[in-house]
């Protein structure tokens, strides 16, 4: 009984130090708070802040750690997010960060160059000359660790750190690449990713069809 006691109370030793239980995966949707949205939505969006949720995910950051993080996506597609995620986080792929874009001022060259997996932003698509909405102004796009898997548009690498990243063949954690878990996972909720553009491959981004 008494071994009985010792061992209920205490952490299973391996070697030098105790078993860390993994957390399973968790994901919670909810509407949007005005702290989400505050530097990323504005009158005159393609969306309105009721059509978007706030879904709170459990990831693996690159340091095996499981973690919380945030992402804010069109109503419509929150199912699929959190299928993709969840094949994510089963198969331990890291994330580097994952919070709102208003977190970092509404911009979207802030949250690159933080590496940070984000949803919506209401703003143009980036390299378009008739300033056409991005599918991150509907809430129906996800950047994936942008540092990681850079967007190579006429000559520039963005963000700037991703230059590290361009040889997509030398696989690294955290990179998106044909036939990885990544773009499998987004592939089997249908949707696109950005790193089959012919021309000007974004390697981070993900969008619903």
């Known amino acids: 009984m008494r071994l009985a006691a010792v061992l209920a109370g205490t ?4 070697g030098a130090g105790p078993v860390r239980e993994v957390p399973p995966f968790s994901a919670t949707v909810m509407p949007v708070r005005w702290a989400d949205v505050r530097f990323s939505w504005r ?9 978007l949720r706030l879904v709170r995910l459990r990831v693996w950051g690159f340091d095996g750690h499981s973690r919380l993080g945030r992402l804010v996506v069109h109503a419509r597609v929150t199912g699929g997010v959190v299928a993709v995620f969840r094949r994510l986080y089963q198969a331990r792929f890291p994330i580097r960060r994952m919070a709102p874009v208003s977190a970092y001022g509404g911009s979207d060259d802030a949250s690159m160059a933080a590496d940070n997996t984000s949803g919506f932003n209401c703003r143009a698509a980036v390299g378009s ?11 129906l796009a996800i950047d994936v660790n942008p540092v990681e898997n ?3 548009l006429r000559g520039k690498v963005l963000p700037p750190a991703g230059r590290a990243f361009v040889d997509r063949t030398r696989r ?3 990179m998106a690449g044909a036939g990885g878990v990544l773009v499998r996972a987004f592939a089997a909720a249908g949707w696109e990713w950005g790193g089959l553009w012919r021309g000007s491959p974004d390697y981070q981004h993900f969008s619903a069809h």
């Open 11 to 14: 952490a299973l030793m391996v």
């Open 43 to 51: 009158p005159g969006c393609p969306v309105a802040p009721g059509q």
């Open 129 to 139: 000359a008739s300033r056409r909405w991005s599918a991150h102004a509907y809430g």
């Open 150 to 152: 850079p967007y190579l």
């Open 172 to 174: 690294r954690p955290g």
